[in-house]
């Protein structure tokens, strides 16, 4: 069965999805910011801040909100620590959160920066919420082999067209346009999956801990069930 390659036609399947993939989420804002649809959070002060999504970064991990027209709202979000955004959006309903918002400038305008968020919850727009535990993250771990060499790495992100990336903890002699063969991914609930690897790209990144590391973007090739398979860790259905 072919995977639906939007967030939209997998909601239309499923009703309700949780997502982690980085990628996707990237995805959604984008177009939350590119069509100026509206954002709205209840506060703890019961004020209520409508606004829009103005930009996203997803390299620096940060977005951006217009100011709302209420002064005392924009106040009230500035003193939260962390605020759960709402956005109805293409016949969805979508809810994130913003952490650490603080006073900045967008394009000259001023702005309320926040950090960008890890998972996105979106709703079927005649789906009523149903009750779930999320599921916890397991480490997903992925052994690449070249020739003689062998490397562990973490996968953290896998997209709806088979796009990742992989984080290894310390520095790795690979480079664009290479194609591991056989790689062996620890699936936390199945059997170890095999799959190729495209590199795509290969990034230099120090970790929380100020270690250094290397980031990999690759693309997954692999039966449409693997692939299946591993899209369902970081887009989850929420039955």
């Known amino acids: 069965m072919p995977t639906p390659l939007d967030i939209a036609s997998r909601l239309a399947k499923a009703g309700q999805l949780l997502v982690r993939s ?3 989420i990237d995805r959604i804002l984008a177009t939350m ?5 509206t954002v709205s959070a209840t506060l703890s002060s019961k004020r209520l801040f409508v606004s829009r999504l103005v930009s996203v970064n997803p390299v620096q991990q940060r977005m951006y909100l217009s100011y709302s027209d209420l002064t005392e709202s924009n106040r ?7 605020v759960v955004l709402k956005c109805n959006h293409h016949g969805a309903r979508y809810a ?3 952490k650490s918002p603080r006073q900045a400038l967008h394009d000259g305008a001023p702005a309320i920066q926040l950090a960008v968020p890890t998972q996105v919850v979106a709703l079927g727009q005649r789906v009523t919420p149903r009750p779930t535990r999320t599921p916890t993250q397991a480490p997903i771990e992925c052994q ?4 003689v060499l062998a490397f562990d790495a973490r996968l953290v992100d896998v997209s709806l067209d088979g796009r990742g990336f992989l984080v290894h903890d310390d520095v790795i002699p690979l480079c664009a346009g290479t194609r591991v063969t056989a790689a062996r991914i620890c699936h936390p609930l199945r059997e170890p999956l095999e ?13 929380s801990d100020g270690k250094r590391a290397t980031r990999i973007g ?4 692999a039966s449409p069930g693997d ?13």
């Open 22 to 24: 980085g990628i996707e």
């Open 33 to 37: 910011v590119r069509e100026g649809a």
């Open 76 to 82: 009230a979000l500035l003193a939260e620590t962390s």
């Open 96 to 98: 994130f959160s913003g």
């Open 144 to 147: 690449l082999r070249m020739g």
């Open 195 to 207: 799959v190729d690897l495209e590199i795509v790209h290969v990034t230099p990144v120090l970790l």
């Open 218 to 221: 690759c693309r997954i090739l």
């Open 227 to 239: 692939l299946e398979e591993l899209i369902r860790l970081f887009i989850i259905d929420l039955l």
